[in-house]
């Protein structure tokens, strides 16, 4: 078994994770994003450009990527769901952004009031324009293990969809188990379904932690070679429109993991582990990251 020798984090707690928390201010992001940015990651979700009445606490996402500290190497990324998305997207500096459909029927018109035809319809004209604008775009595709409102989604719908945003422009697809149902066996077959048609590198995995499942399939996801992981720092979120579904994987979790693994992610763990406690205290709760949780009770039993 070859496992990646480096791994990409995207890290969408800022994105993913704080629009299904409570409220914070649009200072506490720009701090959160400020702290992320001095870990070494190279690619962070800082906003979504979104309809406020969908999801309103995204909505001061202009003021939050006007006002961070940029540093050169890193990739600030937004959420456009449709054109007037982009734009906004633009105006806020943005150098990346991410389209988003479903697999599944029930998830797309839930999420984004469309089918998945027209979804693909609405990202064209997105394409033109950030093509244009040589912004990389990103794709993302829920529900690829099961919908919350479907049932199971079979794995030849995954590959239909994914290389469908493949063949509009995406340079890579990530491939969310968006209520976090999926375990090793199911997922390693969604994802040989999807190697299939589209080369692994343009593959990335999101996993949300429902179920407690995503270290798994990420440890599984990495024996087949995909080298791009979606994390949150603290465990953070979940998603308005899959009631139930709990944040995505922590960060830190699958920092250490590849620590472990001897997987090089350029990430210092620790600072990722003070940001996740920022944040925390701010929500008034704790990480769900059992490696955060087991970092702070060290650091605690050195100073007490
Ligand atoms: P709609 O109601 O069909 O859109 O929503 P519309 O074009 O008819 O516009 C309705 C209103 O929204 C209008 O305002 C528009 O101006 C406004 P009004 O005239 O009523 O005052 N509007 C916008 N405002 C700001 N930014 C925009 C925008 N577009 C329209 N871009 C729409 C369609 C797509 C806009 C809506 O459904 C929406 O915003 N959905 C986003 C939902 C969302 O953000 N979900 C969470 C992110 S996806 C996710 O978490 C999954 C992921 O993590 C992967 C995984 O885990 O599976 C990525
Ligand atoms: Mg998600």
């Not at 033109?128 to 990103?138: D, F, G, L, N, S």
């Not at 993991?257 to 406690?277: R, Y």
């Amino acid at each position: 078994m070859i496992l990646p020798r480096k791994v990409n984090i995207v890290e969408v707690g800022a994105r993913d994770g704080l629009q299904n928390e409570e409220p914070v201010s649009t200072h506490t992001k720009i701090r959160l994003i400020n702290l992320l940015s001095d870990t070494g990651l190279t690619h962070i979700e800082a906003g979504a450009f979104v309809s406020p009445k969908w999801v309103p606490q995204m909505a001061d996402s202009l003021e939050v990527m006007n006002a961070i500290t940029r540093r050169g190497n890193v990739i600030y990324s937004a959420l456009t769901p449709n054109f007037k998305g982009l734009e906004q997207a633009l105006k806020a500096g943005a150098n990346q952004v991410a389209i988003f459909t479903s697999c599944s029927e029930g998830f797309c018109q839930h999420n984004i009031n469309c089918s998945i035809t027209e979804s693909l319809k609405r990202f064209e004209p997105i394409m033109e324009m950030a093509t244009k604008q040589h912004i990389p775009v990103r794709g993302y595709l829920s529900c690829v293990i099961d919908c919350p409102y479907d049932g199971p989604t079979r794995p030849n719908q995954v590959a239909k969809v994914a290389k469908a945003l493949i063949d509009l422009g995406c340079y890579q697809v990530s491939l969310g188990d968006t209520i976090g149902t999926g375990t090793p066996k199911g997922v390693a077959h969604m994802l040989e379904t999807a190697q299939a048609v589209i080369p692994t590198h343009q593959l990335a995995v999101h996993f949300h932690d429902t179920w407690g499942q995503a270290l798994a399939n990420i440890y599984q996801a990495l024996t087949m070679g995909i080298d791009t992981i979606d994390s949150s720092v603290a465990g953070l979120g979940g998603c308005p429109y899959a009631h139930g579904a709990s944040g995505n994987v922590a960060t830190e979790d699958v920092l250490y993991l590849c620590q472990g693994l001897g997987i090089e992610t350029g990430v210092d763990l620790e600072l990722l582990a003070k940001a996740g406690w920022m944040i925390s205290e701010e929500l008034n709760r704790q990480p769900t990251s059992k490696v955060s949780l087991a970092l702070r009770r060290r650091s605690d039993s050195y100073t007490s």
